[in-house]
């Protein structure tokens, strides 16, 4: 088994980065190793929810079959995966800081690779290339939550304004 985990600070409130991660749909826009997102059933992000991901792995593409196995909106994110050979648990802990307006962000994903993976010409640089992908892919997140507090509203404010 192998695992990868980072902690960063993302200036966005917990709600906006918890949206993000829980919902497959948004992976190909933050995730680097996302090719493809298939079928997703049940609610998104909620217990029980599936969905499907294709993954391009040392010039291989790996169809993962992912479960959403805890969610607690906004605090905690968990989904268990299979492939042919291998598995993934991803485990994302949201936690609100400065009143809420910003979140430290902690993952931890466990993993085996599929044995094509691992057998590849390649596969002694995998791990490697795992670890880099995955710092992209949270900086890329990162990002994205906080590019979606700062766009402005309709009359260029903030978007927080009231209706009168």
């Given amino acids: ?6 902690t960063l600070r993302v200036e966005a409130p917990a ?7 829980a919902d497959p749909a948004r992976g ?33 593409r790996v169809e993962g079959r992912f479960i959403v196995t805890a969610a607690e909106r ?13 598995w993934a648990r991803w485990t994302t802990m949201i936690t609100p800081l400065d009143d809420g307006a ?9 993993y ?8 590849s010409l390649f596969g002694m640089l995998t791990g490697n290339r795992l670890e880099a992908e995955f710092k992209r892919s949270y900086a890329n997140l990162k990002r994205l939550a906080e590019s979606v507090v700062a766009v402005p509203g309709p009359d260029g404010g903030d978007g927080d304004d009231a209706a009168a």
């Fill in 15 to 21: 709600d906006v980065v918890y949206d993000i991660v």
């Fill in 74 to 86: 906004p605090t905690l994110h968990v989904a268990s995966g299979s492939t042919s050979g291998g």
């Fill in 28 to 60: 190909p826009e933050w995730q680097t190793l996302v090719a493809e997102l298939g079928a997703v059933a049940g609610r998104s992000g909620g217990v029980g929810s599936s969905y499907i991901g294709y993954y391009k792995l040392a010039g291989r």
């Fill in 1 to 6: 088994m192998s695992h990868l985990s980072t």
């Fill in 112 to 119: 085996e690779l599929p044995g094509e993976v691992l057998g």
């Fill in 102 to 110: 910003a979140s430290e962000v902690r993952v931890s994903l466990e």
